[in-house]
Nanobody, 125 residues
Framework: QVQPVESGGGLVQAGGSLRLSCAAS????????MGWFRQAPGKERGIVAA????????YNADSVKGRFTISRDNAKNTVYLQMNRLKPEDTGVYYC??????????????????WGQGTQVTVSS
């Protein structure tokens, strides 16, 4: 079992950058695929990026390709989301989540077992 805790959110102008971090407690962090999701007001929570247990495979939503990069450091039990060239439509609460026992990199909310509390990202125009 892991418990993700997000940090690094805030207010940034369009075109700026932020790096989100997610520290996960537990000694089996490297056994979990990890994902970042976001939820804007009035919208459903959706995948932003995901990374496999080893870090060898990643997934990025079309809306963030070329701008966001997901990475992980298993020695530090931490996953990161580097967000560049931010746009107002990137605004929302960003959640870190952990998934166990999948044969693929999961991209759906229902495929994730443990969730953090979320961190707010606001991009002003």
């Amino acid at each position: 079992q892991v418990q993700p805790v997000e940090s690094g959110g805030g207010l940034v102008q369009a075109g700026g950058s932020l790096r989100l971090s997610c520290a996960a407690s537990g000694r089996t962090f490297s056994s979990y695929d990890m994902g970042w999701f976001r939820q804007a007001p009035g919208k459903e929570r959706g995948i932003v990026a995901a990374i496999s247990r080893s870090g060898a495979s990643t997934y990025n939503a079309d809306s963030v390709k070329g701008r966001f990069t997901i990475s992980r450091d298993n020695a530090k039990n931490t996953v990161y989301l580097q967000m560049n060239r931010l746009k107002p439509e990137d605004t929302g609460v960003y959640y870190c989540a952990a998934s166990f026992g999948r044969a693929w990199v999961p991209t759906r909310v229902a495929e994730y077992d443990y969730w953090g509390q979320g961190t707010q990202v606001t991009v002003s125009s």
